[in-house]
């Protein structure tokens, strides 16, 4: 009898591909996982990582391609039916009810009854079973689960997902983000444990430190396509760095020579100073300066703090160390609005939840922030509105049918030219720029990037925020790299692209 | 036409229609010693206090909130102005001359406008207090409103010591009944309209709300203070509410804190629905289309009472009316007029 399953693969995913409106998320990618094995999943925010992993738990539909699960192909209709296929995933927000007990959460729909009742004592023996067998780890079960450990918890929902649903394929999404050190390093012994027992993970993470400590292979995802998978001993660090950040082809000499004659008018005196600014769990304390006329971009991985001193700078959270200096006053008040008549602001990384204002037309997002300068009364006119938001379509090449038409009608690109129009129009002399190209097309993150220089030709300061390496070195005067929330390094704008590579992997080669 | 005015004067229309099947001479009005009296005329005036409510609630509901306090407000107000105008009712004995003035209709102990001005602020603080259990101490509105909608009629009861106090004095009954060609209280309501209308349309504040009501964050992110912008809303919600408890207990002459504007939160947050602001997402708002969705929610009463359905039984067809309402608002019914009407168009 032949084999059926030759390959001995738990998981393989071939060709898949998938669009959402206007989007291209998936073209083409095979993925596989093979019993006992720890398998990372990287590449940047919007990659399709989680695409790739909502078309394997059934939440989505791929447009084509195959999944074969033991060999045998299947259609996974959805998340229910990718569990009965034993495909379970650990969300990084646990959802599991915290005000019920361990055991209660393990056991929750298959309580051992006894006369109508739940026989208490027997759950809990059961439950402490469960882990002590799966996971290996014994903790008073009748005890709330919320009184427990992050890591706890998420180890709980790991046996509950390995027992109820007998998963032979674990899923975990960004499980070590709200760890400590310790916490991660239970969780790796339970992880290890499971590969011990032939399950196959899925390790999605962030941190490139914890793919190399963890896992046995590791695949990469770069705008919907796939890069590779690889054998995570012999990649470098450095190796997978540039497969996540990759490069594109473009025709950006231009810009270097605009970047080298507005790099003559920098300013002498710097316009924002920070002086030890931090706030615990956010960003550890940070020195930077800004000067007038210049371009500082800020590189590293996600999660490395980056957006995070925006938001510091841009008052979006008080720190609680260290001082703000800002056209040589010290800040004292932290708001964006404070900010805002300051001259300093932000187009935040999130177009969506903190950018636009979808339903407000074109003209009214523009002259937003214009107004919230004015005030409340001081109410600009029909006319004035018009004019203002005229001058900035003109300026940036907004393509919107009318000034009346409702920003979210409007394509990504010119969503985020709309909201750099909205602080445009109030002035400013430090814009902080985060991931002001994410997710837009090749033409207009050229454009975006050429109004960043013009805008340093002007005399402004700006802060360039990008995940795309060869972006913030094409932009940028002056680099400073974050990793691990603090300021690893900084380097001038024509740094070799290794040494930064280097740093943002947190200084080891 | 402003697309958010269809929908309410469609529904106002086909109910007017109704009526007017239903009552003979429903559209006539008559002229009374210069004033003008008729079903219609009613209706509007009913719809008074309604309309008053539904401009507060319109910009609440416009910054993604909602505020089921006002009925309970409106009984405090009514509570307040009684008992200004007449605190001897409370007393256990009273001297002879002092007796008297209890039911004199010329009688008050306070000034008529030191008793609206004093009742609109006690109404407003009420609005600031749900304001800022909403924006300042973050409570769900729907929760932090229901806080004064339980209180409310208590704090309305102690106010008065829980005797229900009549009202006799006539300038106040004006509020209420009086009539100049039109009835008085339609006047108010076109003031308050106006000056919302200005304050909201002709200042950047209607934007700011509506920018809160879509995206909160976002608003924050480009600098506007959302929470000062949601406890104004807030504030000037209780303000109609106090104002609707004057006239509300101006046309029953009394200060009836276990009935005065019962169940009205819910004929208002349903006028602003009919308006088309959306309940629970916020956004866009009408005023105007929140009036004319009061006046469609008295018309719905006025008829049921015309067709002979009892009191008791007035909440349940109510019911069915917010179904309909809601089936009419859906997507689903919105593409389907779409396709119809395209039907028609494509027709030879």
Known sequence: ?509 | MDSKLFFPIMLLGLILLFDSALVPGFFSIQTRDGNLYGSLIDIFRNASTIMLLSIGMTLVIATGGVDLSVGAVMAISASVAALMMNPYVLAKELPPHLLRLINDPNFTFQPLWVVILVTLLVATVCGLWNGMLVAYVRIQPMVATLILMIAGRGIAQLITNGVRIQIFYEPYAYIGQGWAILPFSLYLVAIVYAITWVSTRRTAIGMFIESVGINARASFFSGINERRIKLLAYAICGLCAGLAGLVASANIKTSDANNIGLTYELDAILAVVIGGTVLGAGGRFSLLASLIGAVVMQAVTTSMYALGVPAFALQAIKGLVVILVILLYSDQARSLLRRLGTRQEAAP
């Open chain 1, 1 to 509: 009898m032949p084999d059926p399953n030759p390959s001995g693969l738990l998981v393989s995913m071939q060709g898949i591909y998938k669009s959402f409106p206007g989007v291209q998320a998936l073209i083409g990618v095979d993925f596989d996982l093979r019993p006992g094995e720890i398998h990372a999943l990287m590449g940047g925010n919007g990659a399709g990582k989680s695409t790739l992993i909502k078309i394997l738990t059934g939440v989505e539909k791929p447009d084509s391609g195959k999944i074969f699960l033991g060999g045998r192909e299947v259609v996974v209709r959805s998340p229910k039916h990718a569990q009965a296929l034993g495909i379970s995933t650990v969300y990084q927000e646990i959802n599991l009810c915290a005000n019920l007990t361990v055991a209660e959460n393990i056991l929750i729909g298959r309580q051992p009854m006894r006369f109508g009742a739940i026989d208490w004592k027997r759950m809990n023996q059961q439950a402490n079973e469960i882990l002590v067998r799966v996971l290996g780890i014994e903790i008073d079960v009748s005890r709330i689960l919320g009184t427990y450990s992050v890591a706890i918890q998420q180890m709980v929902a790991i046996a509950r997902a390995l027992e109820i649903e007998s998963a032979r394929v674990l899923i975990l999404d960004e499980p070590t983000s709200s760890l400590s050190a310790h916490e991660t390093e239970q969780l790796f012994e339970v992880m290890r444990r499971l590969r011990g027992n032939q399950v196959g993970i899925v390790f999605i993470t962030h941190f490139i430190d914890q793919v190399y400590r963890i896992s046995d292979r590791v695949t990469v995802i770069r705008n919907g396509r796939l890069v590779g998978t690889y054998e995570t001993a012999s990649l470098g660090k450095m190796a997978l760095i540039e497969k996540m950040i990759g490069r594109t082809i473009t025709e950006f000499d231009e810009m270097s020579k605009i970047k080298a004659t507005t790099g003559e008018h920098i300013g002498a005196e710097p316009i924002v100073t920070t002086d030890d600014l931090g706030l615990t769990g956010d960003v550890e304390p940070i020195d930077l300066k800004l000067f007038p006329g210049e371009v500082l971009g800020l590189a590293g991985l996600v999660g490395s703090g980056r957006s995070e001193t925006a938001g510091l700078l841009f008052g979006l959270e008080t720190p609680d160390s260290g001082t703000l200096r800002v056209a040589g006053k010290e800040v004292t008040r932290f708001s964006p609005y404070a900010s805002l008549m300051r001259g300093l602001v932000l187009t935040p990384e999130d177009r969506k939840a903190t950018g636009v204002v979808d339903d407000l037309t074109v003209r009214e997002n523009i002259i937003l922030a214009l107004q919230v300068g004015q005030g409340w009364f001081r109410f600009l006119s029909r006319q004035r509105q018009m004019e203002v938001a005229e001058r900035y379509v003109e300026i940036l090449g907004i393509a919107t049918p009318s000034l009346d038409t409702p920003v979210k009608n409007l394509s990504g690109g010119n969503q985020q030219k709309v909201i750099l129009a909205r602080w445009l129009a109030t002035n400013p002399q430090v814009l902080i720029l985060d991931e002001p190209t994410r997710g837009i097309d090749v033409g207009t993150k050229a454009e975006i990037q050429k109004l960043v220089l013009s805008l340093a030709e002007e005399g402004k300061a700006c802060i360039f925020i990008s995940s795309e390496l060869e972006e913030v070195m094409r932009c940028s005067h002056r680099i400073a790299v974050m990793s691990d929330r603090r300021k690893v390094g900084e380097f001038p704008g024509d740094a070799e692209e290794k040494a930064l590579m280097q740093a943002m992997a947190g200084g080891e080669a």
